[in-house]
């Protein structure tokens, strides 16, 4: 535990509940997109999760050091997903109670009224490795009752489809950690990050949420972990940009 | 043994309106840019543009040169959404295939195997089934009993790859950390160009690593010495992407970025436009 009288930032708790995602992956690429992801996926490395494999955002594995172990160029990347060994966490633009994602495009895809990325692994990657979501602004907007284009698939599609690796462990928004642990594989509140109420994320949420009686806080960083985030990993503070205090 | 070194234009001469071609590279990586701005000198237009998207996509898509796009994504890397690839799929300036990054790289390994399909773990409850009515599965013969989809090969008649080195005879060498899927595009096409950021002279692989030698001749039909010639994208070691410039590119209405940067005669009136905009904004 950390002491009392630290104030932690809701960053902090962001990148606590990214590291989280990767907790007993086993030896696995971590493929975090976006800075609180990365964070995360480096800090779950230096601490609970010492297997895990990291890359360096080109085609070099490398050690928590940095110092390369691997050669993954993209080709062989796609192979890790293939294979399963690898537990990405992804950015949405939109995204359903039942996990379907959308990085493509707003509004009809046939006539879009913006265009974003494209599909990109999407696809690939929900059908064959576990895929967690990172949501920096928990908004109705992304949280949405159905998605424009499905790119990543969901819990309903998949089951549809019979997919046998699909897996969506947690997504994490700003306002707290989500998973998809109900009869009907339809997201839950599973944590709130300290100073988030429920009707705030209800509120945030574009579909209803289930919602148990006591929803638990997202943990805190232990001492270490706090001085890995402030001192190691991001000793400018990028992590405020991404979340505000 | 055959000399295939040409220049930007003899290579944009063997183009035509309507050709299905594939351009290397991987988002603002190693894409061929020297050979897209020879395209864009010249009157072709009608293109099927086969891409990991990158600024390829968005310069092709301003100028009005594609019919339809085969891509999983255009991006700037650095820059997440290729604005102009944008405004073009806004405006409905072209037909899109958007296909999952994995189907893509397996459909050229279909193309390049001669195969008309490779089966994918990918696509299946996705909209990539409902934007692409054409595609396919097929079921596992075995006792899985799997059903795939079954990507079609992404056969093209012309294929433009950038690479650090090459010789005249159209053996290529990549010294960055990624080889893309360059090898697969040439092989998957008719014929194939590629420029090179410095032709090496017969002998000049002698001390090379043989796993950066990526391309081989066979599957080449022209080499194109082009310094700089990825600019403004990466072609690491040799440099790395121009970011000051990329943003240009990115914030500059298209018409005075051609008039600027596009409009002269050759690639090398291009490189002095690029060089005295840097030595401006020093």
């Known amino acids: 535990m950390t002491d009392s009288t630290v104030v932690i930032s809701r960053a902090e708790y962001c990148v606590i509940a990214c590291a989280e995602a990767w907790r007993g992956d086993g030896e696995v690429l971590a493929s975090p997109m976006g800075l609180i992801p990365s964070l995360g996926a480096r800090l779950a490395r230096r601490t609970f999760a010492p297997d895990l494999l990291l890359t360096d955002g080109e085609a070099t594995l490398v050690g928590a050091d ?13 192979t890790m997903v293939t294979g399963g060994r690898r537990h990405v966490m992804m950015g949405a633009s939109q995204i359903d109670r039942f996990g379907n994602q959308n990085i493509s495009c707003i509004g009809d895809w ?9 599909v990109r692994g999407a696809p690939v990657n929900t059908l064959n490795n576990p895929v967690s979501y990172w949501i920096p602004r928990h908004s109705p907007r992304v949280f949405v009752p159905e998605v424009d284009m499905v790119c990543g698939v969901g819990y309903d599609r998949a089951a549809a489809a019979g997919a046998r690796y699909h897996r969506i462990p947690r997504v994490v928004s700003d306002l707290g950690v989500l998973d998809f642990a109900t009869p009907g594989r339809t997201m839950r509140l599973a944590s709130l990050h300290p100073g988030v109420t429920v009707e705030r994320v209800r509120a945030a949420t574009g579909f209803e949420l289930t919602v148990e009686d006591k929803v638990p806080y997202t943990r805190d960083p232990t001492t270490e972990e706090l001085h890995l985030i402030r001192e190691v990993l991001d000793p400018e503070g990028r992590r405020d940009g991404e979340v505000r205090r | 043994m055959t000399d295939k070194t040409m220049t930007p234009e003899e290579v944009v001469a063997r183009l035509h309106s309507g050709m299905t071609l594939g351009i290397g590279g991987w988002g603002s990586r190693r894409k061929p840019m020297a050979l897209v701005r020879a395209l864009l000198r010249a009157p072709v237009t009608d293109l099927t543009v086969i891409s990991y998207g990158g600024p390829d996509v968005g310069l092709l898509a301003a100028a009005g040169r594609i019919r339809r796009l085969v891509a999983p994504f255009a991006t700037l890397d650095s820059i997440p959404l290729e604005p102009h690839f944008r405004a073009a799929r806004e405006a409905g300036a072209f037909t899109l295939t958007e296909i999952d990054e994995a189907m893509f790289m397996w459909g050229l390994h279909a193309a390049a195997n001669r195969l008309p399909f490779l089966p994918v773990r990918a696509g299946l409850g996705s909209d990539v089934m409902r934007v692409n009515p054409g595609l396919r599965t097929v079921t596992s013969p075995y006792e899985d009993g799997e059903t795939f989809v079954a990507v079609p090969a992404l056969h093209m008649d012309a294929a433009l790859v950038h ?41 000049g692989f002698a001390d090379a690593v043989p796993q950066t030698l990526l391309v081989g001749r066979h599957s080449v039909t022209g080499v194109v010495e082009a310094p700089n010639g990825a600019h403004f994208t990466s ?3 040799d440099y790395g992407r121009d970011e000051p410039f990329q943003k240009l590119y990115a914030t500059t209405p298209w018409d005075e970025f051609a008039t600027r940067f596009l409009a002269g005669p050759d690639e090398k009136s291009y490189q002095s436009a690029v060089q005295a905009w840097h030595e401006e904004v020093r």
């Open chain 2, 235 to 237: 072609c690491v070691p």
């Open chain 1, 110 to 118: 046939a006539a879009p009224t913006r265009q974003l990325l494209g």
């Open chain 1, 66 to 78: 940095g110092a390369a172990e691997g050669w993954l160029p993209y080709r062989r990347h796609l």
């Open chain 2, 163 to 203: 690479l650090n080195r090459a010789d005249r005879l159209g053996n290529a060498q990549y010294l960055g950390p990624d080889p893309y899927f360059d090898d697969l595009f040439c092989e998957a096409a008719d014929s194939a160009y590629v420029s090179c950021e410095r032709l090496v002279e017969p002998g």
